[in-house]
Each structure stands twice: as structure tokens, then as C-alpha cells.
């Protein structure tokens, strides 16, 4: 055995301070032009409003290995077939949608104006956070030395949710002379962004059609291969010059094309404004009708520029958050994606929380637990959408009843992976990049998906009172994911517990016993314990259903009353395995070999994939105590340190501080990081026990996406799981915030690093509750209304703030 050491994670850049990158308060401004980096700034310079994202690609450049333009339309999926290592595999995907950004320029009789084709003499970007534009300024030199500056500013209009607009400006330097633009509506398009995944089928666009409308207004309308879903995109293209105009289209590219004059010195502007619909739109009779309708009625882009502004103000008002260091405008930046991803218009849309936002297709936008980490932000600034995403999961809840039926079991079972109608998603082979080879997947046994999908229930009727979907649409989801883990449970008569066997948990790493002939593990305690407590919450709330509701209920879904006693015995007496003085991982962790991480860290440098490396060495981390990411101490992610021992003290265990703290240590040592969660729930749990060691994890969370830690993963869609949790982390994490028994309850753990700080929030009710946090204080403000006042509970005592007043409470020295 090797001498145990900490496992901590390399220390990241420092926060916006990435070569060629500047973060400012509200901007993050790109220097140059790097092939390399375009991948990543495309992702972080994403444009969405919720119902559909635009990747921040360069509008003159097609896909190719440097960019790659992405549309992507929240819940808009297609499945296709594929072979693989001999096997049909068949993977349903966030479809790639028509580009509609291609617009280029080429001077006198010369080729179109790239990055990679002319010298290009300066190039930057900014984003603007505030404002939800994306500005690009490039000067470029075309093959007869002449000098045109290009700027560009783009949006995806926040008020109006099919809208997208560009805006280009051409100045011409030293000459004066003709120039040619081409604005194009583009089908060709595939997924084709992840490259682990391109010897899968790819194109999902069929029966294309391209066309020309009224002067200036160019479409295409196609629909998905097998989900049917019709697509309609217009585009307008208007300059203000005189300008010779034409058209050419074949069965996927529409395009217009504007020659005009310039005059050295003079700047010529090339507004484009472009529509997108879909047949799973409402209110709609035929997308291609939309979309023309809609974008022959939009405003000139100064106008829609300015109600596009005015909708982020708004946002910005219900989501504000103040933090004076350099970890604010990283914050800031997590929150735009958020809300580009999940706005308020996605109440609106049958959909999920896809673990990449629309910001590109890795994981195939899939919806996974990632919920977990955004739904308890949403809950205290955006309660709509918390209910909507979580209506999504009980839109799904009768397929997970058959899923759990064809299984042998009663209640809902719900798929790791989920996408446009709620079965099981989960690739059936997956490709290590490293070996080159496709192995099976057994990740599908993550049944503890179910559990988060319950605890975000109770979270978000804590969060928000909303007793009605309490009592109907969340009272079903929980009676029925317990009685899942009620049928799933096997009573082990030597042990007198119940025993949950053959699943996988949020370690990921291990899925099986070594030398085992099937997949999945016993008790893993991340598992049993959130299993224990889905069955504790069902049996609150179906105890505290009005009478008639609850026979409503059982009349239903055939419920047994008899099924209280069994559901009361197993949430107290399921197995938690431990050994060496910690909890264990799951049963059997503790026999496992320990790894030799200095020798693994010094042959390869990067261990965060230590899976597909000890597989590509014919190896497999099943034999070893080595996690990629937090697995039990997941728990502390979850749970208060009150709230956590009482759940093991149900479970008959006494967990004292002792026991969590060597439990923390332990898995410090043999942790990979290989998720962009891992340092995210790490920190957190650090922060709550009050460790010194906590900033260096808050740190690489918060550096997660800006600084592509995971190598090369953000340029396939940003982590909007990790994004969220770090807002998160400020919001409940460091204040210990909780929404618990009708009251806020505050027990702030601050970091030196993170010690003053404010935000708002929404709580039941009440619109633009202020919190400061500051040196040995608490301040709280609730703007008037005629809501009742906020109980507000520390650990030594309870005060009530009414409407109208402010609150300073002095924190005790800890």
C-alpha cells in the first residue's frame, strides 16, 4: 500500500486572467485570433433566450476543424441507428439545427474573407453580459493588401424568443471600391461536434426546402428524420446603401447575396434579423408561416436591440448578485449561461435541464441529475421554471412506471439519461479515446437519478410554498419513486437490513465488482441513504394530504395503506456499509487495492480520466479505491450537518463530527476530479466543515468552463450542472442557507476569499429579498408588500423581518 496523501486539484489560472482573455465587470473581452482556442471561446460566447441557443462561432466560417456553428432548440431531439463494434446502437440526439449566421464579405472579384484563408491584423471579441450581445471587431488584409474592418454584433433576443438578429459594419481603409455579401441560411449542418462521437449517423435534417419571400427575405424549412419535428428559418437581410441584390439556392442552402460601394472612411452597416419555429411550438399552424410572419413584422435592429436589453435588465433585477472580487465576474458569466439556458420562457416549453445548456452537443443533450445542482438556484430567483423543469420529469412519470414494471418492479424508475420522451437514453457502448475501443455501458444503473428528481420536488415546495403541486403533481412523483426503492430493496435476514444491490453511483468510475460476470454494485451509500430519505419525505407528505386528495390518490395508483408500515421499516433499517472507521463507498470498498497515484500522476501528468487510462493499460479502477468525483460525500452536498446525522441516526448510526471528518479525509486522498461536479461538491463540503483547504476546490469550480480544466470538454457545451452550483454554492452553500419548516434558516460558514458578498432572492412571495453578507453580519431587507413577514432562523435564534423592514444580525466568531 502507498502512503496515503491528500488528492487535490492542480491549481487553475488565475479567474479571467486566461492568455488573451480579460474579464471585466460585466464584459469578457477576447484578444487575437488562435485556431486553438476557437472552440472554447464559441461556447463561452454562446447567445440563447431558453428556447433556442446560437453557438459563438464566426458567422463568415462554415464547420470545419477550427469553428463550429451550432443552433440548438431546447427539446428538439431526432434518433438515428448506428453500427458500432458490430453492434446497432441507437442514440437519440439534441439536434443540430439550419445555421442561420453565415454571412460573408468579399472585396472587388476576390474570395471570401476568413480567419484562416486572409491576414488577419487585429480580432477581439467582448461579450456582454449585461446586454446579452456578442461584439466582434476584425480587420482584415484581402490578397491585394486592401484593409476592411469588420464589426459585428449579434443577439438572441431575450423578449421575443424566435428572433436572432445580426448587425455588421463595413469600413473600408485606404481605398474605396466594390464588395460583395453573402447572407445564407445553411442546412447542411450535422452534429458533428463531439469528435468521440463521429463514426455515429450524424445528419437528422430531411426534406429540406429553400426559397425566397418578399424582397430582402430569404427560408428554408426541413424536418427531423424520425421524430418528425418541422422546422421553419426566414431571414432578412437589409443594408443601408444602395446595393445590387440577388439570390441562389439549391435543395439545403438559401442564400441572398447584397454588391454595394464602400468609401474609404465610411462605414456601410448589413443588418440581418432571422426567425426560427418548430412544430412543437404552440399557437403555431405551420412553422415555415411563422417564421416569415414573424421576422416580416420584426422591428430595425436598434429597436429590437433595445427591447432585447430591456428583457436582460429585468432578468438581472430577479437574479442579482453581488461580488466585489475576481470571482464575480466568473460568477456573473455562470449565471448569463444559465439563464441563456433556462430563462423564463422555458416555463413555457416541455423540456429538461441538459447537462451541456445549448452550447453544444456533447452528452447529446441529454437531461441527467444535473437538475440537482440547478433547480435550488432556480427555486429562490425563478420558481416558474423550477416547475416547469420538474413538470418535464412528471410528464415522464408514467414512462418511468413502465420502465420500472418491465423491470419486475412497482413505482417509478427513472433513466439516467432522458431526452424528448422520458426512456431510458443511455448509450449502450461508449468509446474510450485513449484504447480506441467501445466497451459497454453501465451507467444506466444510476438509479439514484429517481431520488433527485424527488428531492428537487420537496426542495422547490419548501422553497416556494406551492402546496398545489405539492399535493397533485409532486405528491405522485415521490409516492411513486418510493415505492421504486420500496420494491427495489431486498430484506437480508443475516444483516437485519435491506439491501439495495446492482446499481451504480455518482463515482461513475465503478460499476461492477472485479472479476464480476454482471454490472452494478451493492449499498452503495450515497444511494441507501437519499433512498431512505425519499421514502421518509413520501410518507410526510401523503400523511399530510387534505382527505380527499390523498383517496384521489390511492384510487389512482391503487395504493395499499399497507405499504406505509413496509415503506416506515425500510427508511430505517437499509445497510450502510463502513469500514477502517469511515463509511464506505458502497459494500466491499474497503477490500479494494489502493493506487499508487504518485506513480500514475507522474506517467501521466492529467489524471482525471484515471478510468480510460487504467482501461487502455488493460487495467480497470473496479480493482482500486480511487473515485472520479464525490460519491457518500455527495451527502454533504445535499443535507445540512443537522439534517444528515438525523437521517443516519434513522438509519441507527451515530454520525458524529469525528466520523464525517475522517469520511471527508478519506475520499480527499482518492479522488481523480474527473467531473467538473467533483470540485464544486468538494468545496462545498470543505466550506461547511470549515477547512482552510476549501478555496483551492471553490476555486477550480469556479475555473471550471473559463479555463477548460477538463481538457478540451467545454468546447463541447459548457457544464451547466458545475455553472449553477457555484451560484448555488454562494447563495446556500456559504450562508447555509435552507428552506426548511416554513422558515429561511442561515448558518454562514464564509471563506476569507468569499466573505462579503449580497444577493437577492425570491421566497414565497416575497420579490427581491436582499442579503449582504459581511465581516461578523448578516444583513436582510424584504421590499415592501403585503405579503406575511420572513421567519428567519440562526443557529441561537429566530427573528421576523415584515415587509418594509431591514434586519442587521451580528454572526457568532467561528
Known amino acids: 500500500m502507498t502512503e496515503e496523501r491528500r488528492e487535490t486539484p492542480a491549481a487553475p489560472p488565475g479567474l479571467g486572467d486566461a492568455a488573451g482573455v480579460r474579464a471585466r465587470h460585466w464584459t469578457w473581452e477576447y484578444e487575437g485570433y488562435d485556431p486553438a482556442d476557437e472552440r472554447l471561446r464559441e461556447s463561452l460566447c454562446t447567445l440563447g433566450n431558453g428556447y433556442f441557443a446560437t453557438r459563438g462561432a464566426a458567422p463568415e466560417c462554415a464547420a470545419d476543424a477550427v469553428h463550429y456553428p451550432g443552433t440548438y432548440a431546447a427539446g428538439c431531439y431526432n434518433r438515428l441507428t448506428s453500427d458500432i463494434a458490430g453492434h446497432r446502437v441507437e442514440n437519440e440526439d439534441m439536434v443540430n439545427l ?30 456582454d453580459l449585461r446586454s446579452g450581445t456578442l461584439e466582434r471587431v476584425v480587420r482584415y488584409e484581402d490578397e491585394e493588401g486592401r484593409r476592411l474592418d469588420v464589426r459585428q454584433v449579434r443577439l438572441v433576443h431575450m423578449a421575443d424568443p424566435h428572433v436572432a438578429a445580426l448587425r455588421t459594419e463595413l469600413t473600408a481603409h485606404g481605398w474605396s471600391g466594390e464588395v460583395e455579401v453573402e447572407s445564407a441560411l445553411d442546412g447542411t449542418v450535422t452534429n458533428a461536434g463531439v469528435r468521440r462521437y463521429r463514426s455515429l449517423a450524424s445528419r437528422h435534417l430531411t426534406h429540406l426546402r429553400t426559397g425566397e419571400s418578399v424582397p430582402g427575405t430569404v427560408w428554408l424549412s426541413c424536418r427531423t428524420s424520425t421524430s418528425e419535428v418541422r422546422i421553419g428559418l426566414a431571414a432578412r437581410t437589409v443594408t443601408d446603401t444602395t446595393a445590387g441584390t440577388g439570390f441562389a439556392h439549391d435543395e439545403a442552402r438559401a442564400a441572398q447575396f447584397l454588391r454595394f460601394s464602400l468609401t474609404d472612411g465610411r462605414t456601410v452597416t448589413v443588418d440581418k434579423t432571422a426567425a426560427l419555429h418548430t412544430s412543437r411550438d404552440p399557437a403555431i399552424s405551420d412553422p415555415l408561416h411563422a417564421a416569415l410572419d414573424r421576422v416580416g413584422r420584426a422591428p430595425a435592429f436598434e429597436a429590437l436591440l433595445a427591447s432585447h436589453r ?56 441529454h437531461v441527467f441529475w444535473d437538475e440537482l445542482f440547478v433547480l435550488p438556484y432556480l427555486d429562490l430567483h425563478f420558481p416558474e421554471v423550477s416547475r416547469a423543469l420538474l413538470g418535464y420529469r412528471h410528464r415522464r412519470l408514467e414512462q418511468a412506471c413502465l ?183 458502497f459494500e466491499g470498498y474497503g477490500g479494494l487495492r489502493e493506487l499508487d497515484w504518485d506513480a500514475y500522476r507522474a506517467r501521466y501528468g492529467d489524471i482525471r480520466r484515471l478510468d480510460r487510462i487504467l482501461e487502455a493499460e488493460g487495467d480497470t479502477v473496479n480493482r482500486y479505491q480511487a473515485s472520479k468525483q464525490a460519491d457518500v460525500l455527495m451527502l454533504g452536498y445535499l443535507f445540512s450537518p443537522g439534517e444528515l446525522r438525523g437521517l443516519f441516526r434513522r438509519l441507527g448510526h451515530d454520525l458524529d463530527d469525528t466520523l464525517w471528518q475522517r469520511t471527508v479525509d478519506h475520499y480527499l486522498r482518492r479522488t481523480s476530479h474527473g467531473s467538473t461536479l467533483s470540485s464544486l461538491v468538494h468545496g462545498w463540503v470543505l466550506a461547511r466543515a470549515r477547512r482552510a483547504d476549501a478555496w483551492t476546490y471553490v476555486h477550480e469550480a469556479l475555473a471550471g468552463d473559463i479555463a477548460d480544466i477538463q481538457g478540451g470538454t467545454t468546447g463541447e457545451g459548457i457544464h451547466l450542472g458545475a455553472m449553477a452550483g457555484t451560484l448555488d454554492l454562494v447563495q446556500r452553500g456559504l450562508t447555509g442557507l ?75 466568531e467561528g
Not at 102 to 122: E, I, K
Open 98 to 127: 439550419p445555421n442561420w449566421l453565415p454571412l460573408r464579405v468579399r472585396t472587388g472579384t476576390g474570395t471570401w474573407l476568413t480567419p484562416d484563408t486572409h491576414t488577419v491584423l487585429a480580432h477581439r471579441q467582448s461579450l
Open 310 to 365: 430591456t428583457a436582460w435588465e429585468q432578468l438581472w433585477r430577479n437574479a442579482e448578485l453581488d461580488v466585489p472580487n475576481s470571482a464575480g465576474p466568473v460568477l456573473r458569466l455562470h449565471l448569463f449561461h444559465v439563464l441563456q439556458t433556462l430563462s423564463p420562457h422555458t416555463a413555457d416549453l416541455d423540456v429538461g435541464v441538459p447537462a451541456r445548456g445549448l452550447h453544444g452537443e456533447a452528452y447529446r443533450g
Open 403 to 585: 420502465a420500472a414494471r418491465d423491470a419486475g418492479y412497482t413505482g417509478a424508475m427513472y433513466p439516467w439519461q432522458s431526452g424528448s420522451d422520458g426512456r431510458e437514453e443511455t448509450q449502450q457502448l461508449h468509446l474510450n479515446p485513449r484504447s480506441g475501443r467501445w466497451l459497454p455501458d453501465h451507467s444506466r444503473l444510476q438509479h439514484h437519478v429517481g431520488s433527485a428528481v424527488a428531492y428537487n420536488t420537496w426542495q422547490y415546495c419548501e422553497a416556494t410554498g406551492d402546496t398545489e403541486f405539492l399535493h397533485t403533481k409532486g405528491a405522485e412523483m415521490l409516492t411513486q419513486i418510493a415505492r421504486f426503492w420500496a420494491a427495489f430493496a431486498t430484506y437480508d435476514s443475516t444483516l437485519g437490513r435491506y439491501r439495495i444491490r446492482g446499481v451504480v453511483g455518482p463515482d461513475e468510475y465503478h460499476d461492477g465488482y472485479p472479476g464480476a460476470l454482471r454490472p452494478g454494485l451493492d449499498d452503495n451509500t450515497y444511494t441507501n441513504v437519499t433512498a431512505a430519505w425519499v421514502l421518509a419525505r413520501a410518507l410526510d407528505v401523503l400523511r399530510g394530504l387534505p382527505e380527499p386528495r390523498r383517496r384521489d390518490l390511492y384510487e389512482r395508483i391503487a395504493f395499499d395503506p399497507g405499504e406505509f408500515d413496509h415503506w416506515e421499516d425500510i427508511s430505517r433499517k437499509l445497510h450502510i456499509p463502513f469500514h477502517a472507521g469511515v463509511i464506505s463507498q
Open 738 to 812: 435552507e428552506t426548511r419548516g416554513g422558515a429561511l434558516r442561515l448558518d454562514p460558514v464564509p471563506l476569507p476569499e468569499l466573505s462579503e458578498y449580497g444577493f437577492s432572492l425570491r421566497y414565497r412571495g416575497h420579490w427581491g429579498v436582499r442579503l449582504l453578507l459581511g465581516a461578523g453580519r448578516l444583513e436582510i431587507s424584504v421590499p415592501d408588500s403585503d405579503e406575511e413577514p420572513i421567519e428567519v432562523a440562526l443557529a441561537d435564534r429566530t427573528v421576523s423581518v415584515a415587509p418594509g423592514e431591514s434586519c442587521t444580525l451580528l454572526l457568532p
